[in-house]
């Protein structure tokens, strides 16, 4: 295989030339690769559009630069499940290509998927035609692939050892106090200090609320289930046409999915000063569930019990805090490629406020 002459030598985070070596033996006879760009929108892992001889266009995924935490971004893992959901269940998800372990082809481990024809939906000015119809039926076909997700057969999957659901929440409290403190060192060597003291407060009170090990819930996790980490098209019908963004998938306890989902989720009646820097403010229009309705679509999906989901929102919005905290480093060491990085940080406060009120009031719409 080769590049093609007129491509730019530097494209931050891949080594065009080593890709294409290896795609030759990975892909026998796709041919030249003619053209490799960001696409635009991943806060984490990085994901390009690479465009072959013919036209035809794959997908590759590789971790971030810079600050990367030790558990995260798991390329091989985020493969795997992409693969077996591809086989063996109704979720909707691209087809696998090819993975590559050797981080000396590309700077990284990556790996390659099919192009999914759908768009990334965050605003309005992306589906400036939807009808409040449209947006009703997008967000039944969200709540359905959330549901579709939390009950894959797992046997049939072959995803029975993905990960360890007994004490799944106290595991994942550890996990993120430690990417916390991993940032924190991260942000100090920087030069800059941060002063949030809601942050401990915040951990220990969840540590309180922790749900029995035993007897509960238990399936496949997405781990950053929301719209805009989905492919959807709204014609000739609304319709979600891949999931993505599998790095953070386990087994555990789906209602923290759940929980993470409606943390992003923005309703018509926010106030604008609500809204995250993160997420798809496209659901404040015309015709979107309201969290409430979307949780309760859900429900009607599962099965599932939501007496404790104030907890699970309030987790969501301390996890969604150290997930920006991660990236805010990032952007500090100047190592983000990509816009829209200078206001993450602004959100992890706003997050810790937000879980302290739920856990007073038990409120979460």
Known sequence: ?????????????????G??????????????????????????NLTYGITLDGGRRIVLRRPPLGHVQPTAHDMGREYRVL???????DVPVPTTLAFCDDEAVIGARFYLMDFVDGKVLRTQEDAPGMTPEQASALSDRLAEALAAIHLVDLEKTGLTDFGRPAGYMARQLRRWGKQWDGSQEAIRSTGTERHLPEYDRLVARLAERLPAEDGGLTGLVHGDFRLDN???????????????????STLGDPLSDLGL???????????????????APITAAPGFHTRRRFAERYAELTGFDLDALDFYVAFACFKLAVILEG????????????????AIGEGVPALLERAHRILDDGSVW
Not at 1 to 8: C, G, I, R, S
Not at 21 to 34: D, K
Not at 83 to 89: C, F, I, Q, R
């Open 19 to 44: 890709l294409a070596g290896w795609l030759a033996a990975a892909l026998p006879g796709s041919g030249r690769i003619t053209a490799v760009d960001l696409l635009a929108g991943g806060r984490s």
């Open 261 to 279: 989902t409606l943390v992003y989720w923005m309703d018509a009646s926010d106030a604008e000063g609500e809204w995250l820097p993160v997420g």
């Open 327 to 342: 990236i805010h480093a990032r952007y500090l060491q100047k190592a983000t490629v990509g816009e829209g990085f200078e």
């Open 83 to 89: 693969s077996a959901l591809g086989k063996g269940s």
């Open 230 to 248: 989905a492919l959807a098209r709204l014609e000739p019908r609304p319709e979600i046409t891949a999931v993505v963004d599998w790095e953070m």
């Open 1 to 17: 295989m080769t590049v093609d002459a007129e491509l730019p030598a530097g494209v931050p985070g891949i080594d065009v030339p």
